[in-house]
C-alpha cells in the first residue's frame, strides 16, 4: 500500500472540506490504545493511564474513515505526543518528504496560501502542519469556533477507531499473544478494515452508533511552538469567522457547548 502522493492529498483534503467544512485539511490524527497481555521483562513500560497493558495505533484517518498512515506498537505508557515525534511520519513531515501539496489560499480568501494540515486533540504539539486547538483558557468566540470547526474534523478519526473496534472482535478484549503476534493482528485488521471500507456496499449507519491506501511506519514532547507556527492557526481562525468560512450555524454551537 504506497505512500500518498500530491493527488493522494488533495483528494483527502478535498474530502474534508466537503464533509467536514475544513479546507486543507489531509487528515486527522489520534493514538488507541490496543490491549495486550504483558510482555515478559517489560516492566510498566506498557502498562497505560487506563491501568491496562497496551500498544497503540497511532493513525492518520481520511474523512472516509479510512485508514492513511499508521503506527503500531508504540508503548502504553508514552504520551501521543511523543509517541507521534519519534514516529518515521512526523519526521518526514519535518524533513517536507511527504509530498505534500504547495500552500493554497483557502477558498474564497484573499489572504496568504494557508499549508495543508493534519487536525488533532490539545494532546498534540502544534506545527506547520499539524493543528491543535486553542488552549482552554482565555477563550473568546473566535478561538471556540475555531476548536469547535477543528474538533468536527476530528472526529473522523475517532469514527474510524470506532468501527475498526466493532468490527474486529478481537479489540473487545486483551490480544493473548506475544507482542510480535499482537502487533501482526494490529496491522492485519487495520488493512482489512480499509478494504471493507472500499469495497463494502454497507451504509454508513455504523458510523453514527460509535461516534464518540495505508502506510505502516516504525517507531518527545517538542518545544513551545514558534511565531510562524502560532500565525498558521490564526490564518484558520480568521478565516472561519470571515465571511467566507463562516458557517451559520457555528455561533449557535459554541454557544450551547459553553
Not at 518515521?88 to 519535518?94: A, N, S, V
Not at 514532547?221 to 468560512?245: I, K
Request: net charge positive; proline share 6%.
Amino acid at each position: 500500500m504506497p505512500t500518498p502522493k500530491a493527488e493522494d492529498w488533495l483528494r483527502f483534503a478535498k474530502g474534508f472540506f466537503k464533509s467536514a467544512q475544513f479546507p486543507n485539511c489531509i487528515g486527522a490524527l489520534d493514538g488507541k490504545h490496543i490491549r495486550v497481555k504483558k510482555p515478559p521483562h517489560s516492566g510498566s513500560r506498557y502498562f497505560n493511564y487506563k491501568q491496562y497493558y497496551s500498544v497503540v495505533l497511532m493513525a492518520l484517518a481520511d474523512s472516509s474513515y479510512r485508514f492513511v498512515i499508521v503506527d503500531i506498537g508504540a508503548y502504553g505508557s508514552s504520551s501521543d505526543s511523543r509517541i507521534f515525534s519519534a514516529s518515521t511520519m512526523c519526521e518526514r513531515l519535518r524533513q517536507n518528504q511527504l509530498a505534500l501539496p504547495e500552500p493554497r489560499r483557502l477558498p474564497g480568501s484573499a489572504g496568504p496560501p494557508a499549508p495543508f494540515v493534519i487536525v488533532a486533540d490539545e494532546g498534540f504539539a502544534l506545527s506547520p502542519h499539524l493543528m491543535r486547538p486553542f488552549p482552554r483558557r482565555d477563550l473568546d468566540d473566535r478561538k471556540r469556533i475555531f476548536n469547535y470547526r477543528l474538533t468536527h474534523a476530528r472526529r473522523y478519526v475517532e469514527c474510524a477507531f470506532g468501527i475498526l473496534s466493532s468490527k474486529w472482535r478481537v479489540f473487545q478484549s486483551s490480544i493473548q499473544m506475544n507482542l510480535d503476534n499482537a502487533i501482526l493482528v494490529i496491522q492485519a485488521c487495520v488493512i482489512l478494515h480499509n478494504f471493507t471500507r472500499i469495497h463494502d456496499a454497507t451504509s454508513d449507519a455504523d458510523i453514527d452508533q460509535n461516534m464518540t491506501s495505508t502506510v505502516i511506519f516504525d517507531h518527545s514532547q517538542t518545544g513551545r511552538p514558534g511565531m510562524a507556527v502560532l500565525a498558521v492557526r490564526e490564518v484558520y481562525a480568521d478565516y472561519f469567522c470571515s465571511t467566507e468560512g463562516a458557517l451559520p450555524w457555528q455561533m449557535d454551537a459554541i454557544r450551547g457547548s459553553r
